[in-house]
């Protein structure tokens, strides 16, 4: 069984700033990459930001300049820290892995359960 879980969302001013931590635990062999997601109300899911295990990254158009991912792959984390908040930038944020599960060649993707960030004076 795999997990993956979001952390730090809330409420911040625009201009703000907050940091999305995501941790994946379980029968992990290895992550390729680690991404945020964003899904704002009667919107499709848009990727924010992605790094693979040799920390090459991309961006969102949306957010270059503001926002930086960062990856601890000793312990299957990666963080977002947002920047310069907009109020488009409210979303419910995903956290996915592309893993290999021990015992497996194939590579999944997995999701966590989404963490809310709003950003509104």
């Known amino acids: 069984q795999v997990q993956v879980v979001e952390s730090g969302g809330g409420l911040v001013q625009p201009g703000g700033s907050l940091r999305l931590s995501c941790s994946a635990s379980?029968?992990?062999?290895?992550?390729?990459?680690m991404g945020w997601y964003r899904q704002a109300p009667g919107k499709q899911r848009d990727l924010v930001a992605r790094?693979?295990?040799?920390?090459?990254?991309n961006y969102a158009d949306s957010v270059k300049g503001r926002f930086t991912i960062s990856r601890d792959n000793a312990n299957n984390t990666v963080f977002l820290q947002m920047n310069s908040l907009k109020d488009e930038d409210t979303a419910v944020y995903y956290c996915?892995?592309?893993?290999?599960?021990?015992?497996?060649?194939?590579?999944?993707?997995?999701w966590g359960q989404g963490t809310q960030v709003t950003v509104a004076s």
């Open positions: 996915n892995a592309d893993l290999r599960i021990i015992g497996s060649d194939k590579v999944y993707r997995y």
């Open positions: 379980g029968s992990i062999f290895s992550i390729e990459v």
């Open positions: 790094i693979t295990s040799g920390s090459s990254v």
